[in-house]
């Protein structure tokens, strides 16, 4: 069982940066690097949305073109976190964001992850 809780969310105006951050804690004997994690947004009345994921040591990372160059995804395995870095923000970045984790490859679709936060709204304002 993975429990995510997400923090860092808020009010930023266009242009400003917010750090989103996800915690991971793990029933005995999981280890929080045999996750694949990812950050996935949901804006009122739309699909969620993927917006970036890592791979279990941090080598690689993919991003949804929205976002690309504006966002950096990053973890730390040892202190079972994995952030969100959002740089140059527009209001069409409004939404839930959430954190997700999932065993197997990389993945963009939201149904292929297991385990997810309950979210942390962030409001860009033009």
């Given at each position: ?45 739309k699909e969620r949305e993927f917006v970036a994921a ?73």
């Amino acid at each position: 069982q993975v429990q995510l809780v997400e923090s860092g969310g808020g009010l930023v105006q266009a242009g400003g940066s917010l750090r989103l951050s996800c915690v991971a804690s793990l029933a005995a004997g999981d280890t929080f690097s045999t996750y694949r994690m990812g950050w996935f947004r949901q804006a009122p009345g739309k699909e969620r949305e993927f917006v970036a994921a890592i791979s279990w040591s941090g080598g690689h990372t993919y991003y949804g073109d929205s976002i690309k160059g504006r966002f950096t995804i990053a973890r730390d395995n040892a202190k079972n976190t994995v952030t969100l870095q959002m740089n140059s923000l527009k209001p069409e970045d409004t939404a839930v964001y959430y954190c997700a984790a999932r065993y197997g490859p990389h993945s963009e679709h939201a149904s292929e992850y297991e385990h997810w936060g309950q979210g942390t709204q962030v409001t860009v304002s033009s």
